[in-house]
């Protein structure tokens, strides 16, 4: 069983020991990613960018960033577990299309999508 296997493994026992696969739909799954994610951004507000590397390494920060990262992630774990996505076959997916779609020698070092 990999790392990812059992985490989700966990979620599911947490979730059913709670009796809260009743509130798990997609919707609201998906509602969890977007506002947990809103959390985690909110905890580089009014950080500057040229400021956010090394805010990100103070200890107590990152313990809130960490925090809020997880949140992020279970959700996300969640969502993907009640409709049977395979995470990681959609980010391999999503990897090759950006690929395409961003190829090297139009993008290095630059933020804009080629034309």
Request: proline content about 3%; glycine content about 4%; charged content about 35%.
């Amino acid at each position: 069983m990999d790392r990812l296997e059992e985490v989700v493994g966990e979620l599911r026992v947490f979730v059913a020991e709670r009796e809260w696969e009743q509130f798990h739909d997609p919707k609201n799954l998906a509602m969890a990613v977007a506002s947990e994610a809103g959390e985690l951004l909110a905890e580089y507000r009014w950080v500057s960018n040229t400021e956010a590397d090394s805010y990100s390494r103070n200890e107590e920060h990152r313990r809130r960033i960490a925090a809020e990262a997880a949140d992020v992630g279970i959700a996300l774990l969640l969502f993907c577990d009640r409709i049977g996505l395979d995470l990681i076959e959609a980010i391999k997916l999503k990897t090759a299309v950006n690929r395409h779609n961003y190829p090297v020698e139009q993008s290095r070092g630059r933020w804009e999508r080629p034309s």
